[in-house]
Structure formats: C-alpha cells, structure tokens
C-alpha cells in the first residue's frame, strides 16, 4: 500500500520503519516543522513537505501520528473527501477525525514506543474503522506491524490506554524516583536492577496478584513507619508511598 504519514515522532518513525521492512511505500511525509519531516522521509525513500495543500492525493491510507492536539487541529484544517484516514491515538475517538474524510479509522499501538530504539518490541495494534472497507484495509496494514492485531470501540482502547499508563507510565516512574533518592542518599542504584528485572520477568509466569510481597501487603506498620520518616524530606514521595500501600492493603484485605 502507498502510505501518507503526518508527523515526525516515535509513532510515525516506528511505523514508517516498519510499514518499510513489510513492503508497503511510504510516499510522503509531512510535518509542520520542514527539517523534521526532511529527516525522516530520507530514511524511507519518501518525498516531504510541511504544508497541508502539498499533501500527496493518490494514496491508500494516510496515517496520523500526531499529537492529540495536533488531530483537533488537523480535522479544522484538513479536507481528504473519502479517501482513508487513520489516527494513532489512544485517548482520542475515531469521531475526533470525522471533519477530515467519511472514511476514517484507528491504529492504536498499545506500546511505549521510542524512535531512538530500532529493535522494536512486540506491538500489539487495536483497530476502529467508520466501514467494513476501512477496516479490512487497516488489518492488511496492521499486519506489517504487529502479529497481534484485535478490534476495539473508542471507549475500549480509552480503557486500555489508562491500564497501560497504570503498567507502564506510571511503575517507570516509581523507579525514577528510586533512581532519583538512590542518588540523593549516595547509594548504588545498579544494586536494584536484578529486583526490577525479577519484577517484570516473574509476569511471565504468574498473575501479578499471586506474587505481590512487601510491608503493605502484611501491615508491617513498623518497616512502613521507618520508610515514612526516611522520606520526611520529600512530601509528594511520601505521599505516594503511603497511597500506594493503603491501595495494597485494600486491594489484598477488603
């Protein structure tokens, strides 16, 4: 398939790449800023441009991977008559494109994706399309990027994106701050890699309520009590340590 992709950021690149590797051409990247949609276009062979009213019109689909901002100002600003247009966007409706074409849809990659990062991790790709047309289209393009591909409402993938921040968002920065208060107290953070590893390969294996451990988990008000005032200095740490562990608590005891 002839591939239209606007934007320049971790979507468009690892799709761009990927949509590559499986065949498909990407005929034209566009982007509001010229030196980046130039960069990206020369990695896949594809012309570029940072002004709507240049947009190639011959293609098959034509892919938004830009911010949500961005998609409120694109369906003000731009006019594809029937041709397909697809978002990227968890949190944004499939209605939230309905100005830009009648034939709209959604390629949602439920996965923190990374441009500077080339060996990409599996994707899983969640669909929505106005018309059995768009769709079918959309899993023939899905298949160059993901092996896991299912169909979703926008109300659905809203869901899912929240679970995902829950997993990945924000457990990534409950280890920043670790790293963070590693440093503020002159410890050796690298000591800690083997337990973060643990954590995350374990789930492979079990149901992350079946190997939960830890002081909240057994109401070890002592231990809790000895962390609260090591984190006296920092109020918002201290307060999601205490957050979480009552969430703990419940969620084992209630």
């Known amino acids: 398939m002839d591939i239209v992709i606007i934007g320049t950021g971790n979507v468009a690149h690892c799709f761009g790449h990927l949509l590559k590797l499986h065949g498909h051409q990407v005929k034209q990247i566009v982007s509001r800023t010229l030196s980046h949609a130039r960069e990206l276009a020369e990695t896949l062979n594809a012309t570029y441009t940072d002004d709507l009213l240049d ?30 247009v697809a978002h990227t966007a968890g949190a944004v409706p499939m209605s939230a494109i309905s100005r830009i074409s009648i034939n709209t849809g959604v390629v949602y990659p439920l996965q923190s994706i990374r441009k500077e990062v080339k060996n990409y991790p599996p994707i899983p790709v969640m669909l929505e399309a106005s018309n059995d047309e768009v769709l079918k289209r959309l899993q023939a393009l899905a298949q160059g990027i993901s092996s896991s591909v299912a169909v979703a409402t926008s109300e659905q993938r809203l869901k899912y994106h929240l679970a995902a921040v829950l997993c990945n968002n924000f457990t ?3 280890i920043a701050q670790a790293k963070a208060y590693c440093e503020r107290e002159h410890l050796d953070f690298s000591l800690l890699h083997p337990i973060i590893k ?17 002081p909240a988990l057994r109401q070890d008000e002592t231990t809790m009590s000895l962390h609260r005032e090591l984190l006296a200095g920092d109020e918002y740490l201290q307060l999601v340590y205490q957050v979480i562990s009552d969430a703990i608590y419940q969620f084992y005891h209630r």
């Not at 689909?61 to 041709?83: M, P």
């Not at 643990?198 to 939960?212: A, G, I």
């Open 198 to 214: 643990e954590t995350f390969d374990r789930l492979e294996k079990y149901p992350p309520e079946s190997v939960q451990t830890g």
């Open 172 to 174: 990534n920065h409950l």
């Open 55 to 84: 947009i190639a019109l011959d293609a098959d689909v034509y892919l938004l991977a830009v911010s949500d901002t961005a998609i409120a100002e694109l369906n003000d600003q731009l006019r594809l008559g029937k041709r397909m």
